[in-house]
């Protein structure tokens, strides 16, 4: 079964469709979220469903993504540049929706539409994935700060936010900071960049098994919660003095996470209430639109 290919067009606000701008309110941050497996793709509809603008950029979807993204109906929703090969029937299948190329992005100002310059979906046992890399476009608060995101070369656009999953680590390397990490997701020090599957132990993990994409879940939540003004982080310093959400004592393991984080989530929307709800990380304005 052939996949589906798609062009650029241009649209003004350089946002999902959908989406409406109102001047002067700020609205929520588009988010990029890395990793073609299974944990990026969990990470991706968690945010989705928490109401943000959320869209996945990097390699071909390995086949258990691409049927939850499927099931979601949220296929449309990765993109990565043609390349290597076509989409094999039972992926093809599934990312029949198809989705943007790279320079389709919120910061490129495009909507997918059929053509032919870039193909969606594809097995990820054949041929190898395209370099996936990410920088800080210009800094601060003004209109050209976020995160520019290519994958193989080209431009995919620009981003308010990114969520990093372990298996795409290196590719985010020039935007992360020195550990500790508060609870494994958040660093004072990378604003706008968000880890997934590396909890406050320190240790890498990529998600096998239910309980480990629980963690991922979770902390996808996390993130959405933060993004969305419904959480307040603590203090800075704080943060990287106690970088560890488990108090001494308590159950070590993927339980003895979720559980802390819990109590950390209450913490939080707390201080969120008494600040009033102010939005962390509100979206830049769009980007100029990707030359291609």
Not at 38 to 62: F, N
């Amino acid at each position: 079964m052939a996949g589906r290919r798609a062009v650029l067009t241009s649209r003004p606000t350089g946002q999902t469709p959908g989406r409406i701008q109102f001047c002067g309110v700020p609205q929520l941050p588009h988010v990029a979220v890395l990793g073609p497996d299974l944990a990026g793709a969990t990470a991706l509809v968690t945010l989705v469903d928490a109401g943000l603008d959320a869209t996945g950029v990097g390699g071909r979807l390995t086949r258990p993504a691409a049927e939850l993204l499927a099931a979601y109906a949220l296929t449309d929703r990765w993109i990565f540049p043609a390349g290597t090969t076509e989409p094999d029937d039972v992926t093809g299948g599934l990312m029949g929706g198809g989705g943007p190329p790279a320079g389709a992005g919120p910061g490129a100002g495009a909507d997918p539409a059929v053509g032919a310059d870039a193909t969606v979906g594809g097995d990820p046992a054949v041929g190898g994935d395209p370099v996936l890399t990410v920088t800080r476009a210009g800094s601060g608060t003004g209109p050209g700060r976020g995160f520019a995101i290519s994958v193989g070369g080209r431009p995919a656009g620009r981003w308010d936010a990114v969520v990093v999953t372990a298996r795409d680590l290196a590719a985010a390397a020039g935007v992360l900071a020195a550990a500790p990490w508060y609870g494994g997701v958040f660093h004072p020090v990378a604003d706008g960049v968000f880890l997934l599957g590396v909890p406050d132990s320190g240790q890498v993990v990529r998600p096998d098994g239910e309980r480990d994409l629980a963690v991922t879940k979770a902390q996808a939540g996390w993130v959405g919660e933060y993004l969305r003004g419904r959480y307040r982080l603590p203090a800075d310093q704080a943060m990287l003095d106690h970088p560890g959400l488990r108090r001494t004592g308590l159950r070590r393991g993927a339980a003895g996470y979720l559980r802390a984080l819990d109590r950390e989530l209450r913490a939080g929307r707390s201080r969120a209430a008494a600040a009033g709800y102010p939005l962390p990380l509100p979206a830049a304005e769009p980007a100029a639109p990707a030359a291609h």
